[in-house]
């Protein structure tokens, strides 16, 4: 993010010389502004928040709002701008994307209040709120289909064997979701992929470091004070967030975890001003629970938005058939961390496989689901007193959901994580939600202040006040009445503005008889307009502090009402929270029914194999891109199972054309792998899978100028992170890996690849590829097989089948495509004439005698071309090979390097 860092706002000192008097106004807010110098202020007067100083220079440019000025300052301008209130979220909103943090500053008090102190005094002020990337609790603020994640990082200092240790906690502050996660420092970026934070806090000493300061660069990290992350007092805070005496009953944490945890719970108290969201107790995910799928895989596979940014075309948007928001958000969740436990997935599918199986039950769990509004959102900003009636509602209508849906559900005979659900939709006393339902009105406003909220009859002395202050309204129409008769002036009328109050008026020309005698005696002249006369009385200023008072009353009992309501609310957050979830999870279980359904989706095995068989398998996002233009999709086959059960999986070598498929091909079975895993069907017609615990995809080349790296550059990090760190376990996905340079280079590193992949990682792989000569592996390497996808040559021109059948292409077939892409014919008919000379010269090439002559991988090699082995070196090689230095002592390596240099030293 590109955060430009808020400015230090110390006004300017004053010059020699000058007013050194400050307003009792700018001390107050240099005083506040002092305090949070690394947000921008923003300072209520009124109706508005105003900004000083270099933080009005910062909005004002940020907002294209205009930049004025307000008074001196030590005798120089003082650059100001304003938001109106009522438009504040929006330019919140704009100036959070922008990276900056904004501290809301109110009036404390009413203006009334101050000036009963003394003429002088003024309001009192203070900041409630921090408002930062990672702490929003607005609709307005936040997407509703998304988590918004605080993450904090804590580093444990590296250990013997020199690897440091990392714990993340992390919360949505909007959901009150807190958990915590331990990893390693290359697992550190995926799991940072996953959870894609709002914001990260680190201590200062962790910003700085080496070790993960490139990663933090490109993140909207916050660094902070190593209080936050002290683990001495970490237990204490954490414990005293939740008012418990230990935090024992979270389970053993580590030391580690716990500062991390703590450090969430102490920014989100600093940032809330001592306010303190219902956050659930901190749970921790077990290291290996879910399937680790880095960043740039991620971003190949398109699970969440598609390489250009949007979510159009990704997984989520093919398979996103929730109906709520606090659904939609889980499926997210979920399809960002799939599981790698076969129990726990097939408890997940179960559920999906109920709902799946019974159309009408789908049909009614989705219709309650549809009614439920996002209860956990609402309840988050009831608990931090930011709440309005609709937010009330919200809980109303998603207890009235969750009771429904629980009766619905009690119907059928409940898997596992459908009574779990029961349970947790049971909780909540149905007493709340019918008091809801008889204290709230049919229309509500957005903000408790603008009142009429609560439903007549539901208090009788709100029902009496309201009454008073409507027979007032009555009271003043009689008495306009009443004034028009005895002045004679029919157009009399009674108004009322917020200048003036309630007023008689009349039309000039009758003016100056009101203000003679005898009327003079009862109208008192209070401003003469070009057109009209307007005038009080006694009786009007009487009658209108009863309204004044009536409706003040009036709106206090409903704020009373409020009050009471929603401390019923929030004595039952949790029950209420647990409710919330438990509609997600079957919004999510439901949602994937109908998927399952409506595309032909089947119940994948997971097991604790290492096998890997689909059958039929079809891209879910491709699939339906075609199937909505009319476009049937080929189903393919792939089996990466071992030949053996002992054995590793297999390697899938795939070659064929351009456009023939084979990308498609490629992510079709690492998404099955990816659905499968979360706990969703599969499209397929069946699909056996032993759980893979790391996905590995890269795909195409990608430019990444931003960072300053060169394609090429970019497809080797990525390789060599696959080539490190794949298991037997892993599932990995190589597309066209090599293209990137020039042939005889690309080749070989494609080459070397798939030889470390086979004999090393030993994982289950697809490697799609244009070099035809790699096909002449699956002689030498027993687990290698190869696959190609079929097309038919028809007159010279090429049909796609996009059917994937076992052996090798024999052509690349690109002059073809490169004619149906238009090409012109003159182009193509030389481009034929040179492929015929290339591929002469190609058959005598020394790439072909590679799979004979080159010794497989880690075993000593010669290049073919390479001058007779020199004895010397064969020795020292072998000298070499003998060494394990793990277990030698310094002495005995000094010794081993003597022994080398005499080795080396060329015999007479
Ligand atoms: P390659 O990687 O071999 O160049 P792609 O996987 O990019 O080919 O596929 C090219 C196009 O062919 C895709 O955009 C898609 O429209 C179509 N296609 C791929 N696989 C299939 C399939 N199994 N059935 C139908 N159309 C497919
Ligand atoms: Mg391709």
Known sequence: MDATPSPAVTPPPAAAGEDHRVTPLMEQYIEIKAANPDCLLFYRMGDF??????DAEV???ALGIVLTKRGKHRGQDIPMCGVPIERADEYLHRLIALGHRVAVCEQLEDPAEARKRGGKSIVRRDVVRLVTPGTLTEDSLLDARRNNYLVAIARAKPSADGESRYALAFLDISTGEFRLAECDRT??????ARLEPGEIIVSDALYGDGEVAPLLRRLPVTPLGRDVFDGATAERRLAAYFAVATTDAFGTLSRLELTAAAACVTYVERTQIGKRPPLSPPTREAAGTTLAIDAATRANLELMRTQSGERRGSLVAAIDRTVTVAGARLLSQRLAAPLTDPETIARRLDAVALIAGDALLRADVRERLAAAPDLARALARLVLGRGGPRDLAAI??????AAGLQA???EVPATAEVSEAMAALACPDPAIAAELATALADELPLLKRDGGFVRPGYDATLDETRALRDESRR??????????DDTQVKSLKIRHNNVLGYFVEVTAQHGERLMAPPL?????????????VRFTSTELGALEAKIASAADRALGLELEIFERLAARVVAATDDIKAAAQALAAMDVAAG??????????VRPEVDASRDFVITGGRHPVVEQALVDDGAPFVANDCDLSPPRADAAGRISLITGPNMAGKSTYLRQNALIAVLAQMGSFVPAKTARIGVVDRLFSRVGAADDLARGRSTFMVEMVETAAILNQATARSLVILDEIGRGTATFDGLSIAWATIEHLHEQNRCRALFATHFHDLTALAAKLPRLFNATVRVKEWHDDVVFLHEVVPGAADRSYGIQVAKLAGLPAKVIERARLVLAELEAEDRKSPARRLVDDLPLFSAARAAPASPPPDPAAEAVMKALAALSPDEMSPRQAMDALYALKLLAKPQN
């Open 49 to 54: 928040y105003e900004l000083f100083f270099g």
């Open 59 to 61: 909005a004002s440019r």
């Open 187 to 192: 697992g550190l970026p995926a799991e940072l």
């Open 396 to 401: 109303r209508d998603g207890l009235e959901a």
């Open 408 to 410: 619905r559900l009690a």
């Open 475 to 484: 009271v003043v129409a009689a008495l306009q009445a009443r004034y028009a």
């Open 520 to 532: 003079n005696a009862t109208f008192i002249h209070r401003q003469t307009l070009a057109g009209q």
């Open 592 to 601: 994937l029914a109908t998927l399952a359904v409506e595309r032909s989706y």
